[in-house]
């Protein structure tokens, strides 16, 4: 008789193993998924993909292409510094056009150094590869090195402010 005993514990310790294994998924996966960490780890890759094609974009701009490209600058910017681009929109336009200049941009490497996703406000550095020519003349390649304050406008993240970085 002490056989049959043992066979009918066996499926029940596995039953109850089952469910304590399937509790503890459940818990684990429901805290992973209503960490502030995850909340603020979206955010700040929401903030590092918004910099990556609008720093780009603020640093190109092709004289024969000036109104466009100045428009786009404008839509990729927010607060007093979109306000700012907007009131010299012509001027932007004009400058391109007397010089011929003719700049692309490309985004070496970005890093968030504050974020406050409630504030909907964040800050980071960026290196820009900035190839410009002006006149006709070769393209001369620079670096520019900025910290950049963006803010959340419309659901997007937007431009706020952008100060070069010493040499």
Do not use: C
Not at 40 to 60: F, Q
Not at 89 to 94: A, D, L, S
Not at 95 to 109: D, F, G, H, I, Y
């Amino acid at each position: 008789m002490a056989p049959a005993v043992h066979k009918g514990r066996w499926p029940i310790a596995l039953a109850v193993l089952a469910a304590v294994a399937a509790a503890w998924f459940g818990w684990s996966w429901w805290s992973a998924a209503h960490d502030d960490s995850l909340a603020r780890g979206r955010a700040r890759d929401a903030v590092l993909a918004a910099a990556s094609a609008e720093l780009v974009t603020l640093n190109t701009i092709d004289y024969r292409t000036g109104p466009a490209d100045v428009d786009r600058w404008i839509a990729a910017t927010t607060g007093q510094y979109g306000k700012d681009l907007t009131g010299d929109r012509q001027m932007q336009i004009e400058r391109a056009k007397n010089t011929k200049t003719v700049s692309t941009a490309s985004l070496v490497q970005a890093a968030v150094t504050e974020l406050d996703p409630t504030a909907g406000t964040a800050r980071l550095i960026a290196v820009l590869n900035v190839q410009v020519s002006t006149g006709g003349a070769a393209t001369t390649a620079k670096q520019a090195r900025l910290t950049v304050d963006f803010a959340r406008a419309d659901d997007a993240w937007k431009i706020s402010a952008v100060q070069a970085v010493g040499s």
